[in-house]
């Protein structure tokens, strides 16, 4: 087998200062298709940003916390994804009339997550499921063969989201997904992570699963003193 | 702090700010004791209406005059706030950095007259003069809010973005940041950062008038002259077209027009003065050194202790009376400045005057926009000497701009349907709500009272002011500038003093006016 691309070896990991996995260990190879599974404050977001952490360069980064610029347009929202491949002027161009290159590049992936018709209008316009998919955008204009996904799809009906979906695995060979969605996790991932009181006490392929196997994650003492979360 | 608040049975969150009020307001109640108070005019309210018998009357003596004037004023605001814009934005993409944030800290405590006094000794009563003067302490102010604005963005928007925590590895990471940056945090920014540059730019009319009292060709020139001949209804006109001027700003004063102003303003009244190489360097290699050590190509035993003998008479004589009239009068202004903010801010409250707010409103602003300068020259008029013009003149200007803050404020607060009404309603629901906030305006404010009031004392009241206008006169350009650097120090140690108190009793805030 390959070189693992990510690798933990009783690793603690903390989150502002406390503690949210201890004694981690684990390796995802490169092709995995992975998805991280656990109620919320289990540590999923601290463990992506540990393994964003491990190849920054590699990485199409899109967090839960989408961080657009709300005033700018979602063409600029997206386009800051790319930043980093072009000159600062040719950036500050683009900034004040958008350049022909980069309106190619960007309506390409609006095109792709159905957001052409809101390319020109400022983010601060758009709906809570509009403004995901220009953080998918964002993250997809980066062009980097490994995608971490904090929660992308949580906000988009079902049959949008498998679409979605199927669009990252298409343009990365290595995804890794937070979801809340088991079933959805079954589907369309190959491995199933679980995250429950700071340990995985899940780690499987999802062909040998079955959803109520995952019951368990969201276990008793965690979903039915917070009913109303999903 | 933590431990001992949480074995006391009266475990209260209010404790800290209960507690600094108290001390504050006991220091200033010490402070007054001390503080002159006399009324040496034989009949202040006799003074007192002969100014209202002319602010009735205004009187125009000479439109080109009057007209005149009100474009300097306007011109050398403008210009300066440009130019202030442009090199605060410079500075403040390096505020990280100590030494900016030092340097910005340093050229805004010292207030913009002081810089006109220095200015004129070399460029002369010129136009270089009111702009630079504007200019530099403004561009400290503005570099400071401009830093803070953009620390204060949502860090996840450039987090989020690749290559953020590697880039100091890479070539050309100083294009890249710039990128970043231009992406994300300035159209973050933006609008606050316009917001308060719009604001400053009424706060540098102000200051451009105030220029007039130094002799500068603005309207506060004319004012004086009247005032100090006593022709209220001629000094009544030229103050009213100040405000009328500063109130209309929003309607012809447009974003895009702006450019068509600041050409108009550079055409009318091009920066420039009649001074030489000559004069600059004997300001900076004699005029300011101190006079013992003059002409000394090296310094040695003799020349240090007589410099040490010079320095001794200054501190003893000048310096310390400066700072401690200074500080005692900066601190019962501070106090009084709260009160009265506290008194005021129902005025801008859509809880107590729903009405009426716009016309409460109205009344603060017109007390804002009156420059606190003015107040106490007109104060001095009619009580003569003291520190009572000082104290009512700076509480009024400041308690109205911190008055229609908190009042703004309280538009956020969202109150239970029963809540009872007038008193109950502001002592019970009110205060205690917007009290924390109260504080951390009232001390972003506390350098600027501070800045105002050693300034004051070119009218004639003892604090360092005072002082530095008396060695300008004298020609002692050696001691103005000592006595100028003792009030910049004044200032960044009492701003220091502040933000840990803001720090420690968490109270975080950035007025985008103040």
């Given at each position: 087998m390959s070189s693992p691309l990510f690798e933990f070896t009783n690793q603690r990991l903390t989150y502002e200062g406390r503690l949210v996995l201890d004694n981690l260990s684990l390796r995802i190879y490169p092709g995995e298709r992975v998805a991280l599974i656990g109620g919320s404050g289990s540590g999923k977001s601290t463990l992506l940003k540990a393994l964003r952490e491990q190849c920054p360069d590699q990485i199409a980064w899109c967090p839960?916390?989408?961080?657009?610029?709300?005033m700018l347009s979602t063409f600029h929202n997206i386009y800051m994804g790319a930043l980093h491949r072009h000159s600062v002027f040719y950036n500050l161009a683009n900034l004040i009339k958008p350049l022909p290159a980069a309106k190619r590049a960007v309506s390409e992936i609006?095109?792709?997550?159905e957001l052409q018709h809101q390319l020109y209008s400022s983010v601060d316009r758009l709906s809570g499921g509009q403004q995901q998919r220009t953080s998918i955008g964002r993250a997809l204009i980066q062009e980097r063969p490994v995608f971490l996904g904090d929660e992308p799809v949580s906000g988009i009906d079902e049959y949008q989201s498998e679409v979605l979906l199927n669009l990252i695995f298409q343009r990365h060979s290595t995804v890794v997904l937070a979801l809340h969605d088991v079933a959805q996790a079954l589907r369309v991932c190959s491995r199933v992570i679980g995250l429950k009181d700071g340990a995985i006490i899940l780690d499987a392929p999802s062909a040998e699963l079955e959803a109520s196997d995952l019951a368990d994650i969201y276990g008793i003492s965690d979903s039915s003193l917070n009913p109303s979360r999903q | 702090m933590i431990s001992a608040s949480k074995s006391s049975h009266r475990d209260s969150s209010a404790k800290a700010l209960r507690n600094t009020s108290f001390w504050f307001a006991a220091v200033a109640l010490l402070c007054l004791s001390m503080a002159d108070l006399d009324i040496s005019t034989p009949n202040p309210w006799g003074e007192l209406g002969l100014m209202a018998a002319g602010a009735l009357s205004p009187t125009v003596w000479s439109w080109p005059t009057l007209l005149t004037s009100l474009a300097n004023t306007f011109s050398f605001a403008l210009q300066g706030i440009a130019l202030a814009s442009v090199v605060g934005f410079l500075m403040a993409l390096g505020y990280r950095f100590t030494l900016v944030r030092a340097f910005c800290a340093f050229i805004r405590s010292i207030h913009e007259l002081f810089w006109a006094l220095l200015f004129i000794q070399i460029a002369g009563l010129s136009s270089l003069t009111g702009l630079l003067a504007i200019a530099i302490p403004y561009a400290g102010t503005l570099?400071?809010?401009?830093?803070?604005?953009?620390e204060e963005v949502d860090p996840s928007a450039i987090t989020n973005l690749p290559n953020h925590s590697h880039s100091h590895s890479h070539k050309g990471s100083l294009s890249r940041s710039l990128s970043r940056f231009c992406y994300t945090v300035l159209p973050l920014a933006w609008r606050s950062m316009a917001t308060y540059t719009s604001y400053r730019f009424e706060c540098a009319i102000r200051s451009s008038a105030i220029l007039g009292f130094v002799g500068l060709p603005t309207i506060g020139f004319h004012l004086e002259t009247m005032l100090s001949e006593g022709n209220y209804s001629e000094a009544a006109a030229l103050f009213y077209a100040?405000?009328?001027?500063?109130?209309?700003?929003r309607f012809w004063l447009q974003k895009r027009l702006l450019p068509l102003y600041l050409i108009g303003a550079f055409y009318y009244l091009p920066p420039q003065a009649q001074t030489s190489w000559q004069l600059v360097k004997r300001f900076i290699s004699e005029d300011i050194v101190p006079a013992p050590l003059r002409g000394q190509a090296n310094l040695n035993a003799e020349g240090l202790g007589a410099f040490g003998q010079w320095f001794n008479q200054l501190w003893q004589h000048q310096i310390w009376p400066g700072l401690i009239n200074t500080m005692l009068?900066?601190?019962?202004?501070?106090?009084?400045?709260?009160?009265?903010?506290?008194?005021?801010f129902p005025l801008n409250s859509p809880l107590f005057f729903r009405g009426w707010r716009g016309f409460g409103d109205a009344i603060l602003i017109l007390l804002r926009t009156l420059p606190e300068y003015l107040l106490a020259f007109l104060g001095l008029l009619i009580f003569g000497p003291s520190m009572v013009p000082a104290i009512l003149a700076l509480g009024i200007h400041n308690g109205a701009i911190i008055g229609h803050l908190v009042g703004r404020h309280t538009d956020e607060l969202t109150l239970r349907a029963d809540v009872?009404?007038?008193?109950?309603?502001?002592f019970y629901?009110?205060?205690?709500?917007?009290y924390r906030q109260f504080l951390a305006f009232l001390f972003y404010r506390w350098e600027v009272i501070l800045r105002e009031t050693a300034i004051l004392g070119i009218l004639g009241i003892a604090t360092l002011g005072f002082y530095i206008d008396s060695a300008f006169e004298e020609f002692r350009f050696d001691r103005a500038l000592i006595l100028i650097l003792a009030s910049a120090m004044l200032n960044i140690g009492v701003d220091n003093f502040a933000r840990w108190?803001?720090?420690?009793?968490?109270?975080?805030s950035m007025p985008e006016s103040l």
């Open positions: 839960q916390q989408p961080g657009l610029v709300p609006a095109q792709a997550i | 570099a400071k809010i401009y830093g803070e604005l953009f100040l405000l009328l001027l500063i109130a209309t700003l009068l900066g601190q019962i202004v501070l106090v009084f400045t709260g009160l009265l903010a506290l008194l005021l009872g009404t007038g008193l109950n309603l502001y629901e009110v205060l205690p709500r917007i108190l803001r720090q420690r009793l968490h109270l975080k």
